[in-house]
């Protein structure tokens, strides 16, 4: 019997049913990675003009910084407005504030391996900024007409 729920246990903690406890801080960065990842797909979506590909990650993304918490109050707010944009212009308009906000946080966390991989994205001609992982530009601002206009640097690089 007590070899059966040994092996059963070991099997439970091998499917990750009882996963070790993670630190606030590691939780909070995965949560971040998380708005991350559908924050990219949203910026990629943008910059193709795909305004009916933001739709669901704009309510996921919502709802993902919603529950970042305090510390992520003004990324919250950036995304449920976001998230309200009718139409591809009004998507346009709000993805500013959401960018600047994003990458306020990405930097606040400063976790090294978060912002590995990312690049900040800057705009002349709207005087704005975005995260991406390309190294050439890939604007959402102007999508297909502009798509490279602008400039690229890490994240811990960029003034914003």
């Known amino acids: 019997m007590k070899t059966a729920a040994t092996f059963s246990a070991l099997v439970l903690a091998c499917a990750g049913v009882f996963a070790a406890p993670q630190s606030p801080a590691a939780s909070s960065t995965d949560a971040l990675r998380g708005v991350v990842k559908t924050y990219l797909e949203i ?3 943008l910059t193709q003009d ?7 990650p704009a ?12 510390d992520s109050a003004e990324l ?3 995304a449920t407005t976001f998230s309200a944009a ?4 009004g998507a346009r308009e709000a993805f500013g504030p959401l960018s600047d ?8 966390d400063g976790n090294k391996d978060l912002v590995s991989d ?5 705009c002349p001609m709207n005087s704005k900024s ?3 992982r390309e190294e050439t530009a890939r604007n959402p601002y102007y999508g297909t007409a502009m798509a490279t206009c602008g400039t690229v640097k890490p994240v811990a690089g960029a003034a914003k």
């Open 86 to 89: 009718k139409d591809i212009k």
């Open 130 to 132: 975005w995260i991406q």
């Open 59 to 70: 309510g996921t993304l919502a709802s993902q910084t919603a529950a970042l918490g305090k």
């Open 101 to 108: 906000a994003l990458i306020a946080r990405v930097k606040a």
């Open 118 to 122: 990312l690049k900040v994205g800057y």
């Open 43 to 45: 910026q990629a979506a």
């Open 76 to 78: 919250a707010k950036a």
């Open 50 to 56: 795909k305004f009916n590909d933001v739709k669901g």
